[in-house]
């Protein structure tokens, strides 16, 4: 099985598919970082300028009202029905200050988990189509036929196959997730805030990010089975765009319960270790009014990592069985 695993490697890597993928995923990551940059860079002068005379217009009206506005909103507080918040909470109009106006800087630790969970996203859908097409293509120009000739034990080639689509995708999804981990905190520290980056912070970055590349290896060899039930890369990018419109589009949103057995809430669920959803809840109001809100909820990480691992599973003794009984031609 080494043997083979080894073969496959050598062919995965020396596909024009794989080559183009790969820098593409690279240049996705430059960009990703350019418009990082774009955002984390601080105002201009003149924007800085605008800020602080649009401070000073406020902490005046502050000023010269503050009184008067006070004065209203406790006459609103007495005719407010039961129950109320204090007339402190409710008519507490804090003092203007300048960093509230303007740009506010960016912090290190709250943007850098959206944007490991943004490349794990770019990472498997690569990772998916290029397994897809690595094993696809064999069926396609009938290539599989005569490397059973010299290899019969079809389970043994399945097997390596999807090995070589899994570890082949791990050092490069890794390398991708440092990029952008590093290079975000490069980019951050001189006009944003890394100071309250701890310990911590870098550990559980670090947890995201090897989830990241874990599914970014299930995401390749899951690409490999669909391409060989399909025997097509195009059918496998049907495939995957079909249900990305229509049950992870139309379907969430008409039936949104449903919600926690899709696969991007149980994927989130596993890369961010737990993840939330919503679901609209409607009732009628003591007024007779039809009032309907947004509920959170939350899918645990557990849910997620059993989903995804069932259906590795599934997916995976399903394209074994159909591999060792169907005929290659």
Same mark, same amino acid.
């Given at each position: 099985?080494?043997?083979?695993?080894?073969? !496959?490697? #050598? @062919? +995965?890597?020396?596909?024009?598919?794989? $080559?183009?993928?790969? %820098?593409?995923? /690279?240049?996705?990551? *430059?960009?990703?970082?350019?418009?990082?940059?774009?955002?984390?860079?601080?105002?201009?002068?003149?924007?800085?300028?605008?800020?602080?005379?649009?401070?000073?217009?406020?902490?005046?009206?502050?000023?010269?009202?503050?009184?008067?506005?006070?004065?209203?909103?406790?006459?609103?507080?007495?005719?407010?029905?039961?129950?109320?918040?204090?007339?402190?909470?409710?008519?507490?109009?804090?003092?203007?200050?300048?960093?509230?106006?303007?740009?506010?800087?960016?912090?290190?630790?709250?943007?850098?988990?959206?944007?490991?969970?943004?490349?794990?996203?770019?990472?498997?859908?690569?990772?998916?189509?290029?397994?897809?097409?690595?094993?696809?293509?064999?069926?396609?120009?009938?290539?599989?036929?005569?490397?059973?000739?010299? !290899?019969? #034990? @079809? +389970?043994?080639?399945?097997?390596?196959? $999807?090995?070589?689509? %899994?570890?082949? /995708?791990?050092?490069? *999804?890794?390398?991708?997730?440092?990029?952008?981990?590093?290079?975000?905190?490069?980019?951050?520290?001189?006009?944003?805030?890394?100071?309250?980056?701890?310990?911590?912070?870098?550990?559980?970055?670090?947890?995201?990010?090897?989830?990241?590349?874990?599914?970014?290896?299930?995401?390749?060899?899951?690409?490999?089975?669909?391409?060989?039930?399909?025997?097509?890369?195009?059918?496998?990018?049907?495939?995957?765009?079909?249900?990305?419109?229509?049950?992870?589009?139309?379907?969430?949103?008409?039936?949104?319960?449903?919600?926690?057995?899709?696969?991007?809430?149980?994927?989130?669920?596993?890369?961010?270790?737990?993840?939330?959803?919503?679901?609209?809840?409607?009732?009628?109001?003591?007024?007779?009014?039809?009032?309907?809100?947004?509920?959170?909820?939350?899918?645990?990480?557990?849910?997620?990592?059993?989903?995804? %691992?069932?259906?590795?599973?599934?997916?995976?003794?399903?394209?074994?069985?159909?591999?060792?009984?169907?005929?290659?031609?």
């Amino acid at each position: 099985m080494i043997r083979l695993t080894k073969v !496959e490697l #050598r @062919r +995965l890597t020396a596909r024009r598919l794989t $080559l183009i993928g790969v %820098a593409g995923l /690279f240049l996705i990551t *430059a960009l990703l970082l350019v418009a990082t940059w774009f955002d984390a860079r601080p105002l201009s002068a003149a924007e800085q300028q605008q800020a602080e005379r649009q401070f000073q217009l406020a902490h005046k009206d502050w000023v010269d009202n503050a009184a008067e506005n006070r004065a209203q909103c406790e006459a609103d507080w007495k005719t407010q029905p039961d129950p109320k918040p204090t007339v402190d909470d409710m008519c507490s109009y804090p003092e203007p200050k300048l960093e509230d106006f303007g740009k506010p800087p960016t912090v290190f630790a709250q943007v850098m988990p959206g944007l490991l969970q943004g490349s794990s996203y770019i990472l498997a859908f690569a990772a998916f189509l290029i397994g897809a097409g690595f094993v696809g293509a064999e069926f396609s120009s009938g290539a599989i036929g005569n490397w059973l000739t010299f !290899e019969p #034990r @079809r +389970l043994r080639v399945y097997g390596s196959k $999807l090995l070589a689509a %899994a570890t082949g /995708f791990v050092p490069i *999804a890794a390398v991708v997730l440092a990029i952008v981990l590093l290079g975000t905190f490069l980019i951050v520290d001189h006009p944003g805030d890394t100071a309250g980056t701890t310990r911590k912070t870098w550990g559980d970055l670090s947890a995201i990010g090897g989830r990241a590349v874990l599914t970014t290896a299930l995401a390749a060899a899951l690409g490999s089975v669909v391409g060989l039930l399909l025997r097509h890369t195009a059918a496998a990018i049907g495939l995957v765009m079909a249900y990305l419109v229509l049950a992870e589009g139309v379907f969430a949103a008409f039936l949104e319960k449903a919600q926690p057995w899709l696969v991007k809430v149980n994927f989130d669920a596993f890369v961010r270790h737990d993840a939330q959803y919503y679901v609209t809840q409607c009732k009628t109001g003591s007024d007779g009014s039809y009032v309907c809100d947004y509920v959170p909820k939350t899918l645990s990480f557990e849910h997620g990592a059993w989903y995804l %691992a069932i259906l590795a599973v599934l997916a995976i003794v399903l394209g074994g069985w159909v591999f060792h009984r169907r005929d290659v031609n």
